[in-house]
């Protein structure tokens, strides 16, 4: 929406939009980047990977798993395990590949589950990188 655009519905003039705009930037409170849908450009796999780590390895994998491109999502979170990851991929193999030659290797990984997004109605946009 360009800033006329909402200046009107916020009667405000687009000048003060953009200045706002730029002060929400500066102050890391807002980003703006392009969201794809995976699926439209052939990344037909979205699955959620849950993996119990060693508490002393958490941030390590954290950090790991964030160069990742696959990865486009990843915390740290409470209860059974203690990083979930969103993670989107072409084909099946490439999920199993990613699998056994990159979370497989990580120090500290006790366990995965993975679960396979086979409807996604809400939030099917991904960040590209």
Not at 25 to 49: E, H, M, Q, W, Y
Not at 75 to 93: E, I, N
Not at 107 to 115: A, K, V
Request: proline content about 1%; charged content about 25%; overall charge positive.
């Amino acid at each position: 929406m360009s800033s006329e655009t909402l200046g009107k519905k916020l009667s405000l003039s687009a000048a003060t939009v953009r200045r706002r705009i730029r002060n929400l930037i500066k102050r890391d409170a807002l980003k703006i980047s392009a969201l794809v849908n995976p699926a439209k450009l052939g990344f037909a796999t979205v699955c959620v990977i849950a993996l119990d780590v060693a508490t002393t390895n958490i941030e390590a994998v954290m950090e790991v798993l964030s160069q990742f491109n696959e990865v486009k999502w990843v915390s740290a979170t409470t209860g059974k395990y203690d990083v979930m990851v969103v993670a989107s991929f072409r084909y099946h193999d490439d999920l199993l590949k990613f699998l056994e030659n990159k979370v497989a290797k990580l120090d500290g990984i006790r366990d995965t589950e993975t679960f396979v997004c086979l409807g996604i109605r809400k939030g099917r946009y991904m960040h590209i990188l």
